[in-house]
């Protein structure tokens, strides 16, 4: 559904967009074509787990340079896992957050096909998480706050990456960060499947984007397992549990952010001004907290949500 009401109201606001005379038969079909528009992007409230994959995907959609140019100032990007390789899949540097210095750190999608062959689509490899580690080492040593942004569709699957040590670098990452003595915020601004979005998501606090998504592998992947045919993922989307409204209740995250109607590439300004407001509150709750008291409240944090899941498990087998 959304895909084609998506195309519906691209062609209206183009159409919007051509329109220059004041002719008042242009004004009257200018006034009608808003009209139609806004009732559109009011249907685009009502979605499918589906239709909140297919934003979450698209490529319109902010990407974590857009987030770093619009939120933070005095940016300064670092490379590099220091064992001899750059993976450009990982974004990170340091910045001022109206006027506190932070490290950010997320995964870097393209804007358009060729930028996303060039950045794996957002799939890291084992050097793109040591330097993700390196980076909030260095946030840990000075103490800096770690800002996250997850977007990936997983982590690289190539023999390559098997090679040089994928799955132990996520492994470190996910022990490192649990004792991390820094605030941690995570938000999840697009995809957030498998250990590549979790590799960077271990958190003091979690957010995640109304139309976003968060799970243990892609629908398409999840419907190959499960069916053997990966043409199901539409399927696989309504029993994944993958949405933020499934998540939230779950204690997977901790707040949903809203979106403009039709998704966060209709009013990117309008997200932008919701994460600051996100990063300006966590900040001002973790100012005066000790290192150790935010690596136990992580700690604490995780066992509250092994619990809720062991809970669930148990209720699923007692329906059966």
Known sequence: ??????????????????????????????FQLKRDRDELLAACRELTPADKVYLARHIRRPRIDDYTKALFTEFFEQKGD??????????????????????????????DLNE???LQFGMPGPEGYRKALRLMKQAEKFHRPVILFIDTPGAYPGLEAEEFGQSQAIAENLAAMSMLQVPVLAIITGEGNS????????????????????????????????WHDASKSKEACNIMKLTAQDLKPLGV???????????AH???????????GCVREFLKSTKNKSGKEMARARAKKIRRMDAAWIRIDKAAGEDK
């Open 1 to 30: 559904m959304i895909e084609e009401l998506d195309r519906k109201i691209d062609e209206m606001e183009a159409t919007l967009a051509g329109m220059q005379s004041a002719q008042p038969e242009e004004k009257i079909l200018r």
């Open 82 to 111: 220091r064992l001899g390789k750059e993976d450009p899949s990982i974004f990170g540097g340091i910045a001022l957050f109206e006027g506190t210095p932070v490290t950010i750190i997320g995964h870097r999608k393209g804007h």
């Open 116 to 118: 996303n062959i060039k």
């Open 195 to 226: 250990g590549g979005a979790l590799a960077i998501g271990v958190a003091n606090r979690v957010c995640m984007l109304e139309n976003a998504v968060y799970s243990i592998l892609s629908p398409e992947g999840f419907a190959s397992i499960l």
């Open 253 to 263: 995250i901790d707040e949903i952010l809203p979106e403009p109607p039709g998704g």
């Open 266 to 276: 209709r009013n990117p300004q309008a997200v932008y001004e919701t994460i600051r």
